[in-house]
């Protein structure tokens, strides 16, 4: 559920501002793009937070791509899979015994 929220704030953040690195008084959320792109949000209380939210989805799909050249970067993608997996397996598991 966090992750569709998490890609709905995503798709919202790209129709609903302007590309590129805005001001320094600018208060919102915007999307950058240096080498990869991702969601930076300034100006509000919380920030930090909504941009770790809409960045998690690009977290996802880039750490294991970068995670044969860093070992932050697999123990970073070792921690966001690790969730999404553990429920797929008990889901089937369930399955089985219901069947």
Same mark, same amino acid.
């Given at each position: 559920?966090?992750?569709?929220? *998490? =890609?709905?704030?995503?798709?919202?953040? =790209? %129709?609903?501002?302007?590309?590129? %690195?805005?001001?320094?008084?600018?208060?919102?959320?915007?999307?950058?793009?240096?080498?990869?792109?991702?969601?930076?949000c300034?100006? #509000? +209380?919380? *920030?930090?937070?909504v941009? %770790? %939210?809409a960045?998690? +989805?690009l977290l996802?799909?880039?750490? &294991?791509? $970068?995670?044969?050249?860093n070992? /932050? @970067?697999?123990? =970073? *993608?070792?921690?966001?899979?690790a #969730? &999404?997996?553990? $429920?797929v397996? @008990? @889901?089937? /598991? =369930?399955? /089985?015994?219901?069947?």
């Amino acid at each position: 559920m966090v992750l569709v929220i *998490a =890609v709905v704030l995503g798709i919202t953040i =790209v %129709l609903a501002t302007e590309y590129g %690195l805005q001001g320094e008084d600018y208060s919102g959320c915007y999307v950058y793009d240096a080498m990869l792109v991702g969601f930076e949000c300034t100006g #509000f +209380p919380g *920030a930090s937070v909504v941009s %770790l %939210l809409a960045n998690l +989805p690009l977290l996802m799909l880039f750490s &294991p791509l $970068f995670m044969m050249f860093n070992l /932050k @970067s697999a123990l =970073v *993608a070792v921690s966001l899979w690790a #969730f &999404p997996i553990m $429920f797929v397996v @008990s @889901s089937n /598991k =369930v399955k /089985k015994l219901n069947a």
